[in-house]
């Protein structure tokens, strides 16, 4: 089925050319989009258009011309459902990565197909296929002294697992934490993955004490956010190209709170214009066509 119209022709949208090709990745996205949300319908786990594809939603019905991703979020809760389901719902060429699959010290998970490619380093032997990011929302502060508690709780945890030689440091200086530093030191010591599931652990038994929700590790690099958890208790379909894609039903405050000036489009470098992307050619194929001398990438 064909998900996005005019499929097989260019066309000019918002006076960006959008090729086939780019509307052949739109195609692969949604197609994995629609095999996440089977999987939250049966399993009742709500999602939510997220970022440039809930501003694309609400001011394109479709996506931003000029983008060519699909991001959308889960309040923790429902992140941990889906985290616990995906691995045996999808079959191939769909697959979840994320931290306890990989390498990398993913913070959120990705749905990838393996018959495409979305390649940033040619030498990397993680999966490299066109994905969908999917957001875990968590506690942020709200201004109370146990939300401010726990956050700063969360703050040491994300810098001991991105920057641990930041935080050696302030413990070598006589920095007081809101952890013990033995405690710390001991955290400091465990393998990159068992730092990170331990501080998922913490999200989890800590998620619905402040008001605030949002991605942690926005907050961390000092992007502001005061997304309200009320905001995404009902959700609405809307228009998403031929298909529909679940919103806030308040996603007018998500937006404004987000993105101030989300009505007026502007044409951004995206991200991924770094990134080699086909919907055709599987990233396993890719880097031999590209670099013969490139071996084997791992299992999927």
Request: glycine share 6%.
């Amino acid at each position: 089925m064909e998900y996005i119209n005019n499929f097989a022709r260019d066309e000019i949208r918002d006076g960006f050319l959008v090729t086939v090709g780019r509307k052949k990745v739109w195609q692969s996205l949604i197609e994995i989009l629609l095999e996440i949300d089977r999987i939250c319908n049966k399993y009742n786990i709500k999602y939510f258009a997220e970022g440039g594809t809930l501003i694309g939603a609400i001011r394109h019905k479709g996506f931003i011309p000029w983008d060519d991703d699909i991001d959308i979020t889960m309040l923790r809760p429902d992140y941990e459902k889906f985290k616990a389901v995906a691995a045996s719902e999808l079959q191939s060429p769909f697959f979840v990565t994320n931290a306890y699959t990989d390498n990398n010290l993913l913070l959120i998970t990705k749905v990838m197909r393996s018959d495409t490619t979305a390649i940033t380093d040619l030498n990397s032997k993680e999966p490299q296929g066109l994905f969908v990011d999917i957001w875990p929302f968590d506690d942020l502060p709200d201004g109370s002294i146990n939300g401010q508690n726990i956050w700063d709780i969360k703050q040491l945890l994300i810098l001991a697992m991105l920057a641990p030689e930041n935080l050696y440091g302030g413990l070598e200086r006589g920095e007081q934490f809101k952890l013990p530093d033995e405690f710390i030191r001991n955290y400091l010591g465990l393998h990159p993955l068992e730092k990170f599931m331990e501080y998922e652990v913490f999200c989890r038994k800590h998620y619905g004490i402040s008001e605030n929700v949002g991605y942690p590790l926005d907050k961390t690099m000092g992007l502001e956010s005061n997304l309200k958890r009320s905001w995404y208790d009902a959700v609405i379909r809307v228009p998403f190209e031929n298909i529909e894609v679940p919103v806030p039903a308040k996603y007018e405050l998500v937006l404004a709170n987000e993105f101030p000036d989300w009505r007026t489009p502007i044409r951004m470098t995206n991200q991924h214009e770094s990134m080699y992307i086909s919907a055709d050619i599987p990233y396993k194929d890719f880097c031999k066509l590209i670099n013969p001398e490139f071996g084997e990438y791992k299992l999927v």
